[in-house]
């Protein structure tokens, strides 16, 4: 990587327009800091050449003038964080209303727009040679007046863009945009707002218009409630509606607002296909409600996501047993462990593991069910649940979590792969896709199962599940394989 000045970004023009090779070598040359995609020059021969340039060399108004437009055919651009000024505005409206632009995608969340800014953007959506289809203004702390100018430009015959991301209060606005008979939104993204129920109310006057051609819908972390779910479900139920993706993670719906939202996938008029309703406090009745309404004939959901929708409910606190802790593991407050090379000075007590690092918790399980997250930082871990009896003396297998019949225990290695144990019987495990270092535990006294998911961003993923009879209460366990290596149970309860 090298940093070239303003200077010497124009004495390349004239080459990188004229040469292939040069193209390319002044691709690699952006390729750490570039900040979006060119689909290339308009000479044909060189179209795939160019596809990496950062975002210094647009925004360089030294640089700007020296390029024609006609060069340029952009389709992605990302100008997200990037302190855009007015004049940066500027320079964009005045590639957005060129003929012989080709900007389809336009990023430029987590900027302060300035109303001036955002109404030269606008300028250029509303320009008949305006090809923009993808807008993301997302963080920009838009104020009435952008809204309002940005909402007008929407509204324009001309206006081709068919989804928008901001995260600024204004449902109202919103709505008129979605009644417009000008309108090409298909996809509206105003998750992160503090819309609340309220504003919820205020848009669905929009997405039950005639006019409205919307398919796609995030509401995420938005604060919706119950109240939200019967605005929706209401919404989805028109014979106006045209939505086919809905996404409310990570808001506060209960059993309730599930009822209402089955009251909606059920009608005949519902044409909604993906629901999103992760990381909401449904419960097992919650998702017993949806799977009857999935029974439903009328019913068109084909793809349904309810992470950690069932196991908040159940979520528990995890705390450490200093009584049990063996003498070379080190804590670190109430949840948090590490192997050291120094014994600590902990005193006897006959609840301790002499021989292996091992601890078990404070909490003891039994009769209902319960879920908890383990978190670690090396490349082995073992994670397990075993009754208080488990044998704390000596260097036999009966000390080890997995290898007896008072414990269960996952496995998990980088290097080695994973398996589970129980009665020092070995199952191999396929490697999960992810390699997060954090694993969910699921435990039901009841049905006698405990599952293990490992838990990233993306996805959650089943390891295993054991099928079995508990004679006991049950505690979470846990060996520490590497030095230094710190494994966290997570904190649930105030997530």
């Not at 007008?152 to 989804?163: A, E, I, N, V």
């Not at 992810?434 to 998911?453: E, H, N, P």
Request: charged share 20%.
């Amino acid at each position: 990587m090298c940093n070239t000045s303003s200077e010497g970004y124009r004495r390349l023009l004239p080459v990188v327009k004229t040469s292939r090779r040069a193209m390319q070598v002044f691709s690699t040359l952006h390729y750490y800091h570039h900040y979006y995609t060119l689909n290339g020059l308009s000479f044909k021969p060189m179209l795939h050449s160019m596809r990496k340039i950062s975002r210094q060399f647009l925004l360089n108004q030294d640089c700007l003038p020296a390029i024609s437009l006609k060069y340029f055919i952009f389709v992605f651009c990302s100008l997200a964080g990037a302190n855009l000024t007015d004049e940066s505005c500027k320079t964009l409206a005045s590639i957005l209303k060129s003929s012989n632009s080709h900007v389809t995608e336009l990023y430029l969340g987590f900027n302060n727009l300035g109303d001036f800014g955002v109404n030269l953007i606008c300028d250029g959506l509303s320009d008949p040679h305006c090809k923009l289809e993808k807008l993301n203004l997302s963080h920009n702390k838009l104020r009435n007046i952008g809204m309002k100018m940005l909402c007008d430009s929407l509204t324009s015959p001309h206006c081709k863009l068919q989804m928008l991301s901001i995260t600024d209060q204004s449902c109202e606005l919103m709505a008129s945009v979605l009644q417009s008979a000008n309108s090409n939104l298909k996809e509206l993204d105003l998750g992160s707002n503090n819309m609340k129920d309220t504003g919820v109310k205020l848009l669905s006057r929009g997405l039950t218009s005639s006019h409205c051609k919307l398919e796609k819908l995030r509401l995420d972390r938005c604060e919706l409630t119950d109240e939200s779910c019967e605005t929706l479900a209401t919404v989805v139920q028109s014979q106006n509606s045209c939505l086919q993706k809905l996404y409310l993670s990570n808001n506060n719906i209960g059993i309730k607002g599930v009822q209402r939202l089955c009251d909606g996938l059920t009608h005949p008029n519902c044409s909604l296909g993906k629901l999103d309703l992760s990381y909401n406090n449904l419960g097992h009745s919650g998702v017993e409600l949806l799977c009857t309404g999935l029974g439903n004939p009328d019913c068109k959901l084909k793809t349904i996501s309810l992470f950690w929708s069932t196991f908040c409910a159940d979520a528990c606190d995890i705390t450490l047993d200093p009584n049990t802790v063996h003498r070379t593991l080190s804590l670190i407050g109430s949840k948090k462990v590490t192997l050291t090379r120094e014994e600590q000075p902990y005193p006897d007590h006959p609840d301790r593991f002499e021989c292996y690092a091992e601890v078990l918790s404070r909490e003891n399980f039994s009769g209902a069910r319960f879920y908890w997250e383990v978190e670690w930082t090396a490349d082995v871990v073992y994670i397990g649940v075993t009754y208080k009896s488990i044998s704390r003396k000596g260097r036999g297998s009966n000390c080890k979590l997995g290898k007896n019949n008072k414990s269960w225990h996952l496995f998990w290695s980088y290097d080695y792969g994973c398996y589970v144990s129980y009665n020092s019987k070995d199952t191999v495990v396929p490697k999960p896709p992810s390699l997060s270092r954090k694993m969910g535990v699921y435990l039901d006294c009841q049905a006698g199962t405990i599952s293990f998911y490992i838990i990233s961003p993306e996805m959650i993923y089943h390891m295993y599940t054991f099928n079995t009879t508990f004679r006991e209460p049950l505690h979470a366990g846990i060996r520490v394989y590497n030095y230094n290596d710190v494994i966290t149970f997570c904190d649930l309860i105030n997530k």
